[in-house]
């Protein structure tokens, strides 16, 4: 009887590494037969293997860490702790691409949802240390609006720092299984940079209310964020 082949990780090709790795290493960890317990391959390993950087191998344990599937433990390695494949790393999302407008306004009756949540969880379990990590994203955030008139990438660090203050992992992963689809609609709709602008001064308002532990100012700064972003949509969609 012969032998099952083995899983070998193979060198990719420079286009979007860090999805490649995902997709690579989700599909090495399924063919190898790995269970929940079991250590994944070296971070040298995954580097020589794959032929991509550090960065990218990071970036892509990170995402697999948001999601829960792998934990790191320090002088040990890092731990599979649920079975995962190709087909169930990624949650794919139905949008439709041809019309903008829909698929912001869709996504974005999404993130309500999620933001008000988590924004009010965050305010009754947020920690001194959370404080500090929301106000130093918020901080960076406000230096980027005020030199570039924008701050996409530290808008959304500012939110991920809220969502980590819930204390739930779920916000994170939910964010990361759907971030490829919002970010493909969110980086710069209508070709506007300053989308959404006039609901800068609310992240801090925000940050308040999550400071103050009042959750019910911190899902009315929250809604007043998200008003903002609709208002926009339906006045740049005309």
């Keep these: 009887m012969p032998e099952p082949a083995k899983a070998t990780l193979l060198p990719l090709p420079a286009v979007d590494r860090a999805q490649q790795v995902i997709a690579a290493l989700a599909d090495y960890i399924q063919l190898s037969g790995l269970k929940p317990g079991d250590r994944l391959p070296a971070e040298r390993e995954l580097m020589a293997a794959l032929a991509v950087g550090r960065s990218t191998v990071r970036e892509v344990i990170s995402h697999f860490q ?3 599937v792998v934990e ?7 731990y599979l702790l649920r079975a995962i494949s ?3 790393i990624h949650m794919p999302l139905a949008l439709d691409t041809g019309h903008l407008r829909d698929a912001l306004l869709q996504t974005l009756e999404v993130r309500r949802g999620i933001e008000i949540e988590a924004g009010m969880v965050a305010a009754r379990r947020r920690t001194e240390a ?4 929301i106000e130093a994203k918020l901080e960076e955030m406000e230096r980027a609006h005020l030199a570039q008139g924008t701050s996409g990438p530290e808008d ?4 991920l720092a809220i969502y980590d203050a819930t204390h739930n992992p779920l916000f994170r992963q939910l964010l990361e299984q759907m971030r490829e689809a919002f970010e493909r609609f969110w980086e710069k709709p209508f070709d506007r940079p300053d989308f959404a602008r006039r ?3 609310f992240h801090r308002t925000l940050f308040n209310a999550i400071a103050a532990r009042d959750p019910d ?7 007043k964020i998200l008003a903002i972003v609709e208002e926009d949509i339906r006045e740049m969609s005309k």
Excluded at 72 to 78: C, E, F, L, P, Q
Excluded at 156 to 159: E, I, T, V
């Design 130 to 133: 959370d404080l500090a990590n």
């Design 72 to 78: 790191a433990r320090k002088g040990s390695g890092t």
């Design 66 to 68: 948001a999601l829960g």
């Design 199 to 201: 609901s800068f001064p």
């Design 156 to 159: 959304l660090a500012f939110h």
């Design 217 to 223: 100012a911190a899902r009315e700064e929250t809604l």
């Design 86 to 88: 190709g087909a169930t």
